[in-house]
C-alpha cells in the first residue's frame, strides 16, 4: 500500500511540473454502490457523499498548440452515516482514478473532459446496534478493490462543473468479522463490486 501511495504521488507530482495546462477540478460528490455478494448489503452503506480533487494535464504538441489529450489524477472521498430503529451503520471510503482524458472544447470557453484508466481503493464501514451486552451485533467491513473507472466532466464558462463517474471493480476484497451474542465470526470474500457517482465541482485553470 506504501508503494502504491508513492507511485500515485509521484505521477501526481510530475504531471503537475511537466503541464503545460492543467484543469484542477474540487467538489462535492454522491457514490452509490452495487455489490454482488447479497450478504453485504447488510453491512454496507450503498449511498454515500463525499469529496474529490483532480487535475487534468496537458502538454503542447510540435505545432505549439495545446494537446487534446493529457493525463488525469483523480482522489475521491466518501463517507456515510445511517439510523434505523437502533441499527446504525457508518463506512468511508477512498479511492484514486489514473487515466489518460481527453479534452473537447466548445463554444464561450466551455470543455468536456472525458477520461478512462485505472482505478483503485479501500472501504471501512461497521455497523451496530444500541442494547444491552448480550443483545448487541457488531460488525466490522473492510474492503479493497481494484478496476476500471471512466468519467465525464462539463466545465462551463463560469468554471462550474458537473459531471458523472462509473467504476467497475472485478478485484474486490471484503471481509466482514460479525460478533453476535458473544460469538464470532468472520467471513470473507472475492467478488465485483460496481460504483456509479455524480458531482458537482469547480474548475481552477491555468
Known sequence: MRRLFFIITLLFCSSLLFAERSYILGGFSLAFDVQEEDELYEYSMPLTLGGFLEINNFGEN????D??????????FNCGMN????EYTSTLSFATLLAP???VSLRD???LLFSAGGAAGIDFGGCWTEGEENERKDASVFQAFAGLGAQAAMVLS???SFG??????PLCYTRINVKDEGKENDVRSFGNMFRI??????CLRD
Open 62 to 65: 510540435c505545432y505549439g498548440d
Open 67 to 76: 494537446n487534446h489529450v493529457g493525463f488525469q489524477a483523480g482522489f475521491f
Open 83 to 86: 439510523e434505523d430503529e437502533g
Open 101 to 103: 482524458v481527453l479534452r
Open 109 to 111: 470557453e466551455k470543455l
Open 158 to 160: 463560469n468554471d462550474f
Open 164 to 169: 458523472a463517474n462509473f467504476f467497475y471493480n
Open 197 to 202: 457517482g455524480v458531482f458537482i465541482a469547480f
